[in-house]
């Protein structure tokens, strides 16, 4: 299982008169997420780009369990799930620095855009490499 955890400081900004992180928030950090596990494991946004693809997000969830605040520092822990469709699939589990318990949890989806931002239906060539690079076998 490829894994990836990235730490974040709340901003004062991220919340709300009662210290509160905003529930937006969350996808933000998720996204913060993906993209460290992009550079930690050669999967970045600019990488896939290069190879003619973009990976817009088409289902995202968050499920909320305990609210964040003011000067916590989280931590965004990324999985990525193998799936033999031509698609990018993580799951989150975002804890508070020092804790075992959980304030969200969620899951993305992204798929292969062309370069004439049509959907690509079958896996890139560089994405299955990828997948072998990293020993995962479908």
């Known amino acids: 299982m490829l894994t990836c955890k990235k730490?974040?400081?709340?901003?004062?900004?991220?919340?709300?008169?009662?210290?509160i992180v905003w529930h937006g928030h969350y996808?933000?950090?998720f996204e913060m997420g993906r993209e460290a596990f992009g550079k930690e494991?050669?999967?970045?946004?600019?990488?896939?780009?290069?190879?003619g693809f973009l990976l817009p997000i088409v289902?995202?969830?968050?499920?909320?369990?305990?609210?964040?605040?003011?000067?916590?520092?989280l931590i965004v822990e990324t999985t990525w799930q193998n799936t033999p469709a031509a698609k990018v699939i993580f799951h989150y589990t975002i804890?508070?620095?020092g804790s075992d318990i959980i304030n969200a949890t969620g899951s993305s989806e992204q798929v292969f855009l062309d370069e004439n931002r049509e959907l690509h239906l079958t896996v890139p060539p560089f994405y299955a490499a990828w997948k072998v690079a990293h020993g995962v076998k479908d």
């Open 59 to 73: 289902k995202i969830n968050c499920d909320y369990k305990r609210p964040l605040q003011y000067e916590d520092t």
């Open 41 to 51: 494991f050669g999967l970045s946004y600019m990488q896939v780009y290069k190879q």
């Open 95 to 97: 804890r508070t620095k």
């Open 27 to 29: 996808i933000k950090y």
């Open 7 to 19: 730490e974040i400081e709340v901003s004062f900004h991220e919340v709300d008169s009662l210290t």
